[in-house]
């Protein structure tokens, strides 16, 4: 679980919310819980790793439909569904948008702590790439313009001596910027660098 990790409750029945609040309570989760879909939005904190509880049919803003604006917003939040009642259409949408469940109340509770633990998790998951992302984006930007260009050559393959001739530099000039790129980077191979640029969406030309 971790006290780093909340999952957010978003039902507009009173009865409904409460209950699920004291079991997700009482297995040690910690919980937040809104009437409505507006309530939610507003209190939404992308900090910290989370996961969405949410109930498909609600006034003002159904579940569905925050779901879809949570894509529009870029928010990426791990969402279970609960519906009173089976709608194979509405699940079918939901599970392609993204959604990582879709269960029916009266949800087992064993159920429902099984889909509320994978889904903080896959939020913790996300949160960490994204933070390697970000390290990586940081990096990046420590390089000078020359470096840059020498990278950008090594990530298609090319040889230090094919680099030299490309750019009309001397080779132990193309050494020196390829040992700097390799340590700012923080690889140690070619083929590492090559996938971190592939996760920046620094592709060979």
């Known amino acids: 679980m971790g006290s780093d990790a909340s999952v957010y409750v978003v039902d507009d029945d009173d009865d409904v919310r409460t209950g699920l609040c004291r079991l997700l309570r009482s297995a040690g989760w910690d919980v937040l819980d809104f009437a409505s879909a507006p309530a939610f939005l507003e ?6 790793v989370s996961c969405l509880l949410l109930d498909v049919s609600m006034p003002e803003m159904t579940g569905p439909e925050l779901h879809e604006t949570l894509g529009e917003r870029g928010i990426d939040i791990p969402v279970v569904f609960l519906t009173g009642k089976g709608d194979v259409g509405t699940s079918v949408r939901a599970l392609k ?18 889909a509320i633990g994978t889904a903080v998790e896959r939020s913790r998951e996300a ?8 390290a990586a984006a940081e990096r990046y930007a420590q390089l000078s313009v020359r470096e840059r260009e020498v990278m950008a050559h090594v990530i298609r393959g090319r040889l230090n001596k094919q680099i030299a001739y490309d750019m009309g530099i001397a080779l132990k ?17 070619v083929a590492e660098l090559v996938r971190l640029c592939d996760r920046l ?4 030309a």
């Open 97 to 114: 948008r993204g959604a990582l469940d879709f269960l029916e109340k009266p949800v087992d509770a064993e159920v429902l702590l099984d």
């Open 201 to 204: 969406g620094l592709r060979p």
């Open 173 to 189: 000039t193309v050494k020196v910027h390829r040992g700097r790129v390799m340590a700012k980077m923080q690889v140690r191979s």
């Open 43 to 48: 209190a939404y904190d992308p900090e910290r």
């Open 127 to 134: 949160r960490a790439q994204r933070g390697q992302q970000d």
